[in-house]
Nanobody
Framework: QLHLAESGGGLVQPGGSLRLACVAS?????IGWFRQAPGKEREGVSC????????KYVDSVKGRFLVSREHAKNTVYLQMDRLKPEDTGVYYC?????????????????WGQGTQVTVSS
């Protein structure tokens, strides 16, 4: 069974940066990143395909976040710059069949356990 593990979360001041990593135990066609803030629904942040093509980003992170993939390590990174308090939440990665236009609707494979990101002064 495919296993995903996130890392790289932490506490950072507004304007700071973090890099999250999602390590998969095997090959995945696509990887998505979601986040969930307290009291809010889970929100799709970004996704990327193994085969290439343009990644997807939610509008609120465009120009600040960058998703990338290192095939040799079965790892997907989410570089988060110019962080804002509203970026606070638990960030999850999930395996996808395809990172397409409607990727946030699924279907989804396995989820990671999540990593906490807190943006606060």
């Amino acid at each position: 069974q495919l296993h995903l593990a996130e890392s790289g979360g932490g506490l950072v001041q507004p304007g700071g940066s973090l890099r999250l990593a999602c390590v998969a135990s095997g090959f995945t066609l696509g990887i998505g990143w979601f986040r969930q803030a307290p009291g809010k629904e889970r929100e799709g942040v970004s996704c990327i395909n193994s085969s290439g093509g343009p990644p997807k980003y939610v509008d609120s992170v465009k120009g600040r976040f960058l998703v990338s993939r290192e095939h040799a390590k079965n790892t997907v990174y989410l570089q988060m710059d110019r962080l804002k308090p509203e970026d606070t939440g638990v960030y999850y990665c999930v395996s996808l069949g395809l990172c397409g236009d409607n990727w946030t609707g699924g279907p989804f494979g396995n989820w990671g356990q999540g990593t906490q990101v807190t943006v606060s002064s």
